[in-house]
């Protein structure tokens, strides 16, 4: 292992064990890790509303750089429904993408990794993650085996499928 990590993250805890062990792997290796994240507006918000403790990300979000949300509401559900380029909500949903990362990044450090960066697309999720990936280098890219995805099917997340199928480099995905 020579050049460069990239571990995709969607926020899910899944993501965070692939987090962890690309973590663990850049640490040994002494090499930089970068944390990718795509935004897709006017996909699947239940997945982003899904996430165990959205409301803490939206805190997060809000102490890391304070700007108004007219409302935010108790299920956030609502509120990324309909989310498209443009909309005020899409600022916040730019905000939970870039908190996931940045907790992806201090978990990262705490692990032992010298040198971690952070790269957010708005792009097709597997798409985002290759371009990224090519981008910086990356001998291997780290995803989950599943995400945020409602179906909770034995098989590999769509995602993590079209990663494998595409990239150039190594991929791992973590269960
Ligand atoms: N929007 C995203 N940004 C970055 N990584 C993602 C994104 N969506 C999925 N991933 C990566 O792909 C893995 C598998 O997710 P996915 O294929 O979407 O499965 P599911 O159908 O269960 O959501 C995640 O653990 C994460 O590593
Ligand atoms: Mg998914």
Not at 84 to 89: H, I, M, T, V
Not at 107 to 113: D, M, Q, S, Y
Not at 129 to 143: F, Y
């Amino acid at each position: 292992m020579k050049t460069h990590i990239l571990v995709a993250t969607d926020g899910s805890d899944t993501a965070m064990r692939a987090v962890e062990l690309a973590s663990e792997i850049a640490a040994k290796f002494e090499v930089p890790l970068t944390v990718a994240h795509a935004m897709h507006f006017g996909r699947p918000p239940e997945e982003l509303a899904r996430m165990a403790e959205v409301e803490h990300l939206v805190e997060g979000a809000k102490a890391r750089a304070p700007v108004d949300f007219p409302d935010v509401p108790d299920t956030m559900i609502g509120l990324f429904r309909d989310t498209r380029p443009g909309d005020e909500s899409m600022r916040l949903v730019t905000m939970i993408g870039d908190e996931l990362m940045e907790r992806a990044a201090e978990r990262a450090k705490e692990l032992g990794v010298k040198s971690v960066s952070t790269r957010s697309v708005v792009d097709d999720p597997a798409e985002g993650i290759l371009h990224v990936a090519k981008d910086v280098g990356a001998e291997m890219i780290v995803v989950g085996h599943r995400g945020l995805g409602r179906l909770k099917r034995a098989v590999l997340g769509s995602v993590a499928q079209k990663v494998l199928d595409h990239a150039d480099c190594t991929v791992v995905s973590v269960r």
